[in-house]
């Protein structure tokens, strides 16, 4: 099993090769959420249950940096917690919503979502996997907590946002 805060590393690794601002958005990611992450592993433990959700939370923190900084022509350095709060939190919004909407942004950027060769769209299309069961699923599916439920970005920018991790935003 790849280890946590490996598999982040590796990301962030090669997301060098991305556009520009695709990788300073991985490295401000994976600096916020490792020291954390490695000070709350129980002692010789390497890994979380939810390892792969912390993962997608760590890839939609940057494809969110992303999105804000490349579209504001900033850097990513000055992109506020409170406006990657923004990008799936609003009135009126549904979590049926908010995919469209980073589809959107990233188009404005250039960037086609279908496009499996760029950096940002590849990340996006696993992202954007929808873990819900179909309506026609058995309850014992649908009772299930430790099942994953919805886009995959969702869950893990939900998850990583939680403030009870005590991760330290700036």
Do not use: K
Request: charged share 25%; glycine share 8%.
């Amino acid at each position: 099993m790849t280890l946590l805060l490996d598999d982040m590393a590796a990301r962030r690794d090669a997301a060098a090769a991305g556009p520009d601002g695709w990788h300073e958005a991985w490295e401000r990611s994976v600096a916020l959420l490792s020291p954390t992450w490695r000070r709350g592993m129980p002692d010789g433990a390497s890994w979380y249950w939810d390892n792969i959700v912390r993962v997608d939370g760590c890839a939609a923190l940057a494809m969110a940096y992303y999105l804000i900084a490349r579209g504001a022509g900033r850097p990513v350095d000055s992109v506020a917690i409170t406006e990657v709060i923004a990008l799936i939190h609003g009135p009126g919004l549904t979590w049926r919503d908010i995919p469209g909407r980073w589809e959107d942004a990233m188009r404005s950027l250039g960037h086609d979502p279908e496009d499996a060769a760029d950096p940002v769209s590849a990340c996006w299309q696993e992202l954007r996997i929808d873990n819900t069961p179909p309506p026609d699923a058995p309850d014992h599916v649908h009772m299930d907590t430790t099942r994953r439920w919805g886009p995959q970005f969702l869950e893990g920018l939900n998850l990583v946002l939680r403030r009870d991790l005590g991760i330290a935003f700036v």
